[in-house]
């Protein structure tokens, strides 16, 4: 089957048509009060990140809803670093590339916040005593200088029904623990990863 390419942005504004007034008009320099208030109620959001070089990387992050992004002024955000997996992928992108991507989601809405702008990564600043969680105070913020701010339409989300019990499928693939057995340490046994990934999994969230 021969695939027909898009090549220019004259052939895909071709394709796809211009957005309509609102659309193109509703991207602002700063937070707004419900921005704020969005921010504030969110317990997670997508980190998209490219290095240098162009290679990307997409990072989820959570925390609880009022934790997960710090508001330092109407420009500027602070998101923590909590404990992972330590590969630090959208990191090592900033150190080299600054601009960021963030989408902040909202359990159970279908529109979504989006938060585009420059990033540094601050090792301590007096506001990381504002970001304990259990205890857990960070050991550096991913600190964004916004450069654009909108509100996202539904329409992806109503799509794919995210938000709807009745379309959840979790037993379509094997849990996680036989996921890592196949992908990433086939040298453990089942038992040993099924008991890593159960109840201590969990507590070990800001340890």
Excluded at 88 to 105: A, E, H, I, S, W
Excluded at 135 to 140: D, E, F, N, T, V
């Amino acid at each position: 089957m021969t695939w027909t390419e898009i090549g220019s942005v004259e052939e895909l504004v071709g394709l796809v048509g211009e957005p309509n007034a609102r659309a193109a008009n509703k991207v602002r320099p700063a937070l707004h009060q419900l921005d704020r208030a969005w921010l504030e109620a969110s317990p997670f959001c997508l980190l998209a990140t490219a290095a240098g070089d162009g290679s990307c990387d997409v990072s989820p992050k959570g925390d609880p809803a009022g934790r997960l992004a710090y508001v330092l002024d109407d420009t500027t955000i602070a998101l923590a670093e909590r404990p992972g997996n330590r590969r630090v992928d959208g990191y090592k992108n900033v150190l080299t590339n600054p601009q960021v991507g963030l989408l902040f989601l909202l359990p159970g809405r279908d529109d979504t916040l989006r938060i585009n702008g420059r990033a540094r990564l601050v090792s301590n600043a007096p506001f990381f005593d504002q970001m304990v969680v259990k205890g857990h105070r960070p050991l550096l913020a991913l600190v964004v200088e916004i450069e654009e701010v909108f509100h996202h339409c539904a329409k992806a989300f109503m799509r794919s029904q995210l938000w709807h019990p009745e379309t959840w499928n979790p037993d379509a693939l094997p849990p996680r623990p036989q996921i890592a057995k196949v992908l990433d340490a086939p040298e453990e046994s089942l038992e040993a990863l099924t008991a890593y990934y159960g109840e201590a999994y969990a507590a070990r969230l800001y340890a």
